[in-house]
Structures are given as C-alpha cells and as structure tokens.
C-alpha cells in the first residue's frame, strides 16, 4: 500500500466519521475539496466535484444544520438520518480511497466508511434521546451546536490533514466506547 492510498484511507475514514454527526456537511466539504482542486476523487465519483453537486450538497447541508437546532424535528431527522449515514459514510470512503482492487475498496468503505458512521450516528442519537427525555429538549439546541462543530472539525482536518482527522476519529470512538460502558447496565451474576 502506498502512503497515497492510506492518506486516502483516513481521509474517507475521517469524512465517514463527520457523516455520523451531519450527513450532508462533509459530503459538501468533499464536494468543496474537489470543486476548488483540494482532493482528487475516484473517476466514478468526479460528479461531486461538479457545480451541481456542490450547490445541491450546500443547500442540503444548512437546511440540515439548522433543522437540528429545532427540538423534536431532530429526533426525527435522527430517526432518518442513522440508514442515511451507512450509506453515505460508506459513499465517502469508496468516493476517496485510491489505487486499492475494487473488491477491496468497497469492502473497506462498507465495514470502515458505514460502519464508522452508523456507529457515531446510533451514539449521537442515543445521546439526544436522553437530551430530550431528561430536558424536554431544552438543552438540545446545544447537543447540535457540539455535534455540528466536531462535524465541521473533523471535515476539514479529513481533507487538510488526514492523519490528524484519524486520531479525531479513534478519540471520538474511544470516547463513545467509554460513554457506553459508562451507561450499559451492569448484569449481576448470582
């Protein structure tokens, strides 16, 4: 494997990571990165480098941002938004890895890009679940403006510095792990 394949690797990894969070914004800032030249992508995925894409993707993602600020339509957005993030989190990484095999390509992007998003998204979910339950949606608002923020973080460091985007990654991981071990009930063996 070259460096330009890993550096690819952490760079869809770290987009698929931001998709758990927003499903549009980091598919925007992929679109940005492309348009302006900043990252190449996969011949079949050149369309969203197209100004098109890049006007669709932008309108889609501040809807999207300021839908979230809105108690209750998140809950609802969540309960869309968590298949919606395996499939785009699995389209940011097939979009970005280069010179792999395709069967390795899009095995990577399924377990690595969807899974990464998925399991992210279930966790943010969760998270305003219990938001919403314990403050009647009241501190949701802020729950948004933490996952929007990390989301714009960990976008921007996917096309800028990569390798910096996967520490996000396992830190975000890590923490999400902890949180639920944290929570998971404990069983009793009597």
Do not use: C
Not at 38 to 43: A, D, M, Y
Not at 73 to 99: E, F, Q, R, Y
Not at 115 to 144: E, F, H, Q
Request: aromatic content about 10%.
């Amino acid at each position: 494997m070259t460096s330009e394949t890993i550096i690819s690797i952490f760079l869809g990894i770290g987009l698929a990571a931001s998709v758990g969070f927003r499903v549009f914004l980091p598919l925007f800032a992929l679109s940005l990165a492309a348009y302006f030249g900043v990252w190449e992508l996969n011949q079949h995925w050149v369309w969203i480098g197209s100004l098109a894409a890049l006007i669709v993707l932008g309108v889609a993602t501040i809807v999207e941002l300021m839908a979230y600020f809105i108690p209750w339509v998140d809950n609802l957005l969540d309960s869309l938004a968590i298949p919606l993030a395996a499939i785009a989190g699995t389209a940011v990484m097939v979009s970005t890895v280069a010179n792999l095999d395709p069967v390795v390509t899009w095995s990577l992007a399924i377990i690595a890009g969807g899974g990464t998003a998925t399991a992210i998204k279930g966790a943010s979910a969760a998270g305003r679940v219990v938001s919403t339950t314990t403050t009647g949606g009241l501190a949701n608002p802020l729950v948004a403006a933490v996952e929007s923020g990390t989301a714009i973080v960990v976008s921007t460091a996917s096309i800028f510095a990569p390798i910096l985007a996967m520490v996000l990654v396992i830190i975000i991981l890590i923490f999400i792990f902890y949180i639920y071990r944290k929570l998971r009930p404990r069983i009793k063996n009597d």
